[in-house]
């Protein structure tokens, strides 16, 4: 058991998380990195800690709910993390994340309202799906994405690796088309990047619907990536 205002207003270089425990009383402390692991499965959120690195060991296979007060985060590779959960980056600080190789689905509003302005599919990405969910309330039917923001058009930008789109229904937001209640479709401002000889392919795909811009990574200054 560790008191909460045991680290009040410290500021620790390195806090190592080993089994995962109950440690969330902390409040009041800046960490500079932080580790989940080696013994870890489980990545929870210490609440009211301000962290710039979050370092996730290989053996972490779900995380919960990663808030604003993380500024950085960083999977070992190779990674097991199969899913990332609905709202478990919502709100995150961070602007860059490197997808982990292993995540097979990303779920819809994992990255709600997030500050994420880059997220980067690598290569040997096992991705095959990003949901979408359909939600009806205060008399607004919409579809709503792994990236929803609310009611504003997002600035994130994606850079994919895949020849081939993966089949979305929408990333961000849509008014279901059989509803004449709101008929704005909310994407992206930011930039998809993929290959250069899948550009047309994004394009004619839903991707296209979610992202204006849309450039060769050979074209790019992630071309070394």
Not at 10 to 26: H, K, M, N, P, R
Not at 61 to 71: A, H
Not at 86 to 99: G, K
Request: hydrophobic share 30%; charged share 15%.
């Amino acid at each position: 058991n560790i008191g909460k205002e045991a680290f009040q207003h410290c500021t620790i270089d390195e806090l190592t998380v080993t089994l995962g425990g109950d440690v969330q009383s902390i409040s009041n402390c800046n960490v500079r990195k932080l580790s989940y692991g080696p013994n870890a499965t489980t990545a929870s959120t210490l609440s009211d800690v301000n962290v710039e690195i979050v370092h996730c060991h290989t053996g972490i296979s779900q995380i919960s709910s990663f808030g604003p007060n993380y500024q950085s985060v960083i999977f070992e590779e190779p990674s097991t993390i199969k899913t990332i959960e609905y709202y478990d980056f919502s709100q995150c600080a961070f602007e860059t994340f490197v997808l982990p190789t292993s995540v097979e689905t990303i779920e819809h509003c994992a990255f709600t309202n997030s500050d994420l302005k880059l997220l980067i599919i690598p290569p040997d990405s096992k991705l095959s799906k990003i949901e979408t969910d359909y939600n009806s309330y205060n008399s607004s039917s919409q579809y709503v994405g792994a990236f929803y923001n609310g009611l504003e058009t997002s600035s994130l930008s994606i850079l994919c690796h895949f020849t081939t789109p993966l089949s979305v229904n929408c990333l961000f937001r849509h008014s279901n088309p059989s509803s004449s209640y709101n008929s704005t479709h909310y994407g992206s401002n930011g930039t998809l990047y993929v290959p250069r000889s899948s550009v047309a392919l994004y394009q004619a795909s839903h991707w296209g619907k979610d992202f204006k811009n849309i450039v060769a990574i050979e074209d790019s200054e992630y071309s070394a990536l």
